[in-house]
């Protein structure tokens, strides 16, 4: 009877671990939908091309997850601060006034790095013209 409790409460705890694990991911991938589009402009000379400025927030201890981009970005820190990591070089702290840049297929992730307020962005994209807000940014594979 015990051994039964044992495996109950092993499998329990293993379903709330993978669980927790779980919601993070999704909600990391969540935050590469979210943003609000500020604005849209033809590219002149770069047929079918498109800048696109978004407002982005992460939430306190939130992160956007690897990813890429499917072209240029150029990310302005608005209010609070990140933790740029790009694969292959050290992390970067990002504060209020400074900005970063990523090129297409480039994988990184961005972290704020207040546990207690947000961090606001305006991520600057040159994409296909039309492009969604989700396709802006895509899960590392």
Known sequence: ????????GITLTLGVVLGLLGSRMLSAQEGLKSGKVLQRTEVVGAKGMEAILVLR???PGGESGKHT??????VYILKG???LEVQGKPPKTLKTGEAFSTVAG???N????????PTEALAFYIAKKG????ELSLPAK
């Open 1 to 8: 009877m015990k051994r039964i409790y044992f495996l109950l």
């Open 57 to 59: 927030t992460v939430p």
């Open 69 to 74: 981009q499917s072209g240029t970005e150029i």
């Open 81 to 83: 601060s990140a933790v």
């Open 106 to 108: 480039e994988v990184h």
């Open 110 to 117: 961005v972290k704020n790095a207040s546990a207690s307020a």
């Open 131 to 134: 492009a969604r807000l989700e």
